[in-house]
């Protein structure tokens, strides 16, 4: 199977290129030239798999140029044995919500999901044999922690991690600035994720920059990280045993939620997928209104949606757009010259055909975490609340699943400002409180941003 640009159809990939780079050469993503289509008898096959048999048909259909079935299935084992859940994710009632808790691994988010099999890809591909691979990423606070969980101590691979400075949670701070091993960099970039975010794509499409430093990417857009996610959408549908369930999902650069969307297209029955926004709602504006208008990025207690350019995006424009690489080039372009873009009715129409979305605000998110608290003595994250806020509007879609994207211990003081109580830290996290965080803050730019990194890998 090979891989194509977004902007540009006519390049031809790997699945091993594209883990590598992550996003396509002129800044488009990556798209799959095939997406299997399973028929009903197919699915009832998959419906009685336990959660690494599921995750190795579901993920082998996208790589099996590259890695053998046996091979991948060991694979996903070793990646899931460190989680708290021998089921990986673990499908929980409360009131009519279905939650799919997602954040039993090692750093408590749903990230952890694909990148503990990313992270077990690099030694695999033996992508790191020849030449050091430096990794960079921006996070908005899981990913990185995630990152550096699964790339910690790797051979030949360095990992370059961008934060926005001050602007992620206390915990999810000390997780990922004490667990990393001296392969790991810490980057403190006085500006919000979308300045990360930017500084990385920006590295990315320097190829001088990008070929000296042999760099490689694991953010949301690498369309390896959105195949581990469409296993989840799988596997709770099948233990749910209903038809027309629908997805409510946190959202910050459109990765887990269009993982729904590809599962979907793989023919599993699902109804509507709930985009749920904090106030950082561009995504909820584009499907309500058609405008796609980046705003100056707003701190909310959910920071790990506080995002306004949401990249993936970009790969369902590629369907909405009737799959024309040139069209998707030309809104990226007024993109980039007007800020914003804007999409036809009948563009609009074919997206609510398949999505709705809110905005739900912080005091409404704390007023979640309190209800569900006081109904049924369970504490949810931030995320998850938004969440359950975006389902709570939508009481028509009956069987619905929320994804629970964190654990509530990440987000703390939110939990202690909405219930007044203090968590305790769960043991299966690996944290040493006392231990020194090791970072550094530079300024937001690119060439402070290469030169840290250079300075490094000297
Ligand atoms: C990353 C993250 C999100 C948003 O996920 P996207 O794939 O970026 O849409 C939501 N909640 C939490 C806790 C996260 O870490």
Not at 13 to 22: E, M, N, P, Q, V
Not at 142 to 154: F, H, M
Not at 174 to 200: L, R
Not at 206 to 219: A, H, L, Q, T
Request: proline share 2%; with cysteine.
């Amino acid at each position: 199977m090979n891989y194509f640009s977004t902007r540009d159809k006519s390049l031809k990939f790997s699945f091993k290129d594209i883990f590598l780079r992550g996003l396509a050469p002129g800044g488009g993503l990556f798209l799959p030239n095939e997406i299997k289509k399973y028929n009903q008898e197919e699915l009832n096959n998959l419906s009685h798999l336990n959660y690494n048999d599921l995750a190795t048909e579901i993920i082998f259909n996208f790589c099996s140029d590259e890695i053998k079935k046996k091979e991948l299935n060991s694979l996903i084992q070793k990646s899931y044995s460190s989680f708290k859940e021998k089921e990986v994710v673990n499908l929980k009632k409360i009131g009519n919500i279905n939650l799919l808790e997602l954040y039993h691994g090692p750093t408590l988010a749903f990230k952890d999901i694909a990148m503990q099999v990313i992270g077990n890809m690099y030694d695999h591909l033996e992508v790191a044999k020849d030449k050091a691979v430096n990794v960079v990423v921006a996070t908005s606070g899981d990913t990185g922690s995630a990152a550096i969980a699964a790339l910690s101590n790797r051979k030949n691979i360095s990992l370059f991690v961008l934060h926005p400075h001050n602007k992620i949670s206390n915990i999810q701070r000390k997780i990922m600035t004490t667990i990393g091993g001296d392969n790991i960099y810490n980057i403190a970039i006085e500006g919000s994720f979308d300045d990360c975010q930017k500084i990385v794509k920006d590295l990315f499409n320097e190829n001088s920059f990008r070929s000296k430093i042999n760099m490689s990417g694991v953010n949301s857009i690498n369309w390896a990280r959105i195949v581990c996610q469409i296993v989840y959408y799988f596997y709770s549908f099948f233990k749910l045993k209903k038809n027309n369930i629908s997805f409510s999902v946190p959202t910050g650069n459109f990765g887990d939620i269009y993982a729904g969307y590809v599962a979907k297209k793989m023919g599993l029955p699902i109804n509507k997928l709930l985009v749920a926004t904090n106030k950082n709602d561009i995504l909820q504006r584009v499907i309500n209104t058609g405008e796609y208008k980046p705003d100056t990025v707003k701190a909310t207690i959910t920071p790990s949606m506080d995002i306004q350019v949401a990249s993936n995006f970009e790969r369902l424009l590629y369907y909405i757009l009737d799959e024309s690489d040139s069209k998707v080039g030309s809104l990226m372009s007024d993109l980039s010259s007007k800020s914003l873009f804007n999409l036809e009715k009948k563009e609009v129409d074919k997206i609510k055909k398949d999505f709705e979305a809110v905005k739900v605000t912080d005091e409404e998110t704390i007023s979640v975490i309190d209800e569900i608290y006081r109904e049924h003595k369970f504490i949810i994250d931030p995320h998850t609340a938004t969440g359950v806020g975006a389902a709570n509007r939508f009481k028509n879609l009956r069987d619905m699943v929320v994804l629970g994207t964190a654990h509530p211990y990440k987000f703390s003081d939110t939990i202690k400002k909405a219930i007044g109580k203090n968590l305790d830290i769960p043991k299966h996290l690996k944290l040493n409180m006392n231990k020194k965080e090791k970072f550094d803050i530079i300024g937001n730019s690119n060439t402070e941003v290469k030169n840290y990194i250079l300075g490094k890998i000297q």
